[in-house]
């Protein structure tokens, strides 16, 4: 038997010629490429934490509805009255769940769309791709803006089951005008759904969640990755109740685990410490965007997440001096025209981000 007849046979065309998703080796490097929270918790409460984890029953099932940690998303972070939480493996499993559950192949005239802005975060697309979705995806502005006219005649024209607006957008870090935003849920209307995807939620401090009952279209998604717990991958949304019923019959039973559950009910005991976290980045923000805004030869664009995306001569050559300087950050250059020569950075600590900036300045001088 042929093992590669048999991968023919058996898996998908358009799986076999795509790639896995990519994570670079970050040992030894000052990592900045990932959008974390460079802080961890106190000393006195990484104690009390690792003594409740000790206490978990790893020997049992996680709770099925998760209740005592819903209670507490719903109280802490500003769901709305009478609205409830779907909780995901990471924002990751969320986006896939709503995929798959409006991936309908039903309709003879077409397959269902996904349509986003690009560039956009990439689990967007691969969730479409391996849902079975088709995905349109419409360019920004070259001032990474909504291109508000091509979005609606997008919407016309293709109908989607399911649009992603990431605010802010990652990559690009920016906040899409609100009003562009409510044009684009009035003109859904019952024919779609609008995601607002709001991981960077703590940093840019404005939310359309307390706006859910506005709009039964609206669904509004976000992750404690970026607050401060990228380790446990915990994402949660919430919608129209009616319709986050809907999204519940695809959530694959007990996919929080017990470990994850309990570090994240901790967490959230004690967020104000994931708050303040969240304060001092955002000073850090304004500290480099101005010290970037400095540098010669370097584009800063504004930012309202807890990273920043730069434009430097020559994004291929300076991402590899960087490197050679044992500093990670993402080269964006190549994922779409919009981002030549584009480079992302996370905020980090005054420590990191000064020897990202000596780095920097030292690639851009460095001619070789």
Excluded: W
């Excluded at 007990?254 to 994931?274: G, R």
């Amino acid at each position: 038997m042929s093992l590669d007849t048999l991968i023919t046979n058996t898996i998908r065309p358009d799986v076999r010629s795509d790639k896995s998703y990519h994570v670079p080796d970050a040992s030894g490097f000052v990592k900045l490429d990932a959008m974390e929270n460079p802080y961890q918790l106190p000393e006195a409460l990484r104690r009390e934490l690792g003594q409740r984890l000790a206490d978990v029953a790893l020997n049992r099932y996680p709770a099925a509805a998760y209740g005592p940690l819903k209670e507490r998303i719903r109280a802490k972070l500003g769901i709305p009255a009478g609205y409830d939480v779907l909780l995901g493996n990471g924002s990751d499993e969320l986006i896939a769940i709503m995929a798959a559950a409006c991936a309908t192949q039903e309709r003879e005239d077409r397959r269902a769309v996904m349509l986003a802005p690009v560039p956009a975060f990439v689990m967007f697309q691969r969730s479409a791709q391996v849902a079975g979705m088709d995905f349109v995806g419409v360019p920004l502005k070259a001032d990474f803006t909504l291109d508000l006219p091509a979005m609606l005649a997008a919407i016309e024209q293709h109908r989607p089951a399911l649009i992603f607006l990431a605010y802010p957008n990652n990559p690009t870090g920016n906040l899409f005008d609100a009003n562009d935003i409510e044009a684009i849920l009035r003109a859904q209307g019952e024919r779609g759904l609008v995601v607002v995807d709001e991981a960077y939620e703590p940093f840019a401090q404005q939310s359309f969640m307390p706006r859910l009952p506005e709009f039964d279209n609206l669904i509004v998604m976000r992750t404690l990755s970026k607050l401060g717990l990228a380790g446990i991958r915990l994402g949660y949304m919430s919608a129209a109740p009616a319709l986050l019923a809907q999204f519940e019959k695809v959530r694959p039973p007990y996919n929080i685990n017990v470990m994850t559950q309990a570090a994240a009910e901790f967490a959230l005991d004690h967020v104000e410490v994931l708050n303040e976290q969240a304060r001092l980045l955002r000073e850090q923000r304004a500290v480099l965007t101005a010290a970037l805004a400095a540098v010669p030869g370097v584009q800063v664009y504004p930012s309202a997440a807890n990273f920043i995306t730069i434009r430097v001569p020559d994004a291929d050559s300076i991402h590899a001096k960087l490197v050679t300087r044992k500093i990670l950050i993402k080269n964006l250059s190549k994922m779409h025209s919009v981002l030549a020569n584009c480079l992302r950075v996370t905020v980090s600590t005054p420590d990191e981000n000064a020897a990202f900036l000596d780095a920097l300045n030292a690639s851009l001088a460095d001619k070789s």
